[in-house]
């Protein structure tokens, strides 16, 4: 089965860490440049962080720039956001979306994996 699935997220306080991954299954990520969005209630869906099939430093939405990390594993099929010194608006579902660079173009997005940051 094609998919992406995501995972990591969770109740965290204030200030704390979260690891989220994004995982491919079906098909390899190699032709695929990832983008990581998040939608908070009654808000619209933004992105948050992208990384290219050969960009190793990825690219960051203001609001978090210096706290989230975004990486990838290819040989795992994988790709992580790094979120540490986590905010209450940085609660929201985050989703990952797995974009080829390369002719047809598939995208492919995951289910979310909600992040709630409370004390």
């Known amino acids: 089965q094609v998919q992406v699935v995501e995972s990591g997220g969770g109740l965290v306080q204030p200030g704390g860490s979260l690891r989220l991954s994004c995982v491919a299954s079906?098909?390899?990520?190699?032709?695929?440049?990832i983008r990581w969005f998040r939608q908070a209630p009654g808000k619209e869906r933004e992105g948050v962080s992208c990384?290219?099939?050969?960009?190793?430093?990825?690219n960051y939405e203001d609001s978090v720039k210096g706290r989230f990390t975004i990486s990838r594993d290819n040989a795992k099929n994988t790709v992580y956001l790094q979120m540490n010194s986590l905010k209450p608006e940085d609660t929201a579902v985050y989703f990952c979306?797995?974009?080829?660079?390369?002719?047809?173009?598939?995208?492919?997005w995951g289910q979310g994996t909600q992040v709630t940051v409370s004390s």
């Open positions: 079906g098909f390899t990520l190699d032709d695929y440049a």
């Open positions: 990384i290219s099939r050969s960009d190793r430093s990825g």
């Open positions: 979306r797995a974009g080829e660079t390369v002719t047809p173009f598939r995208v492919y």
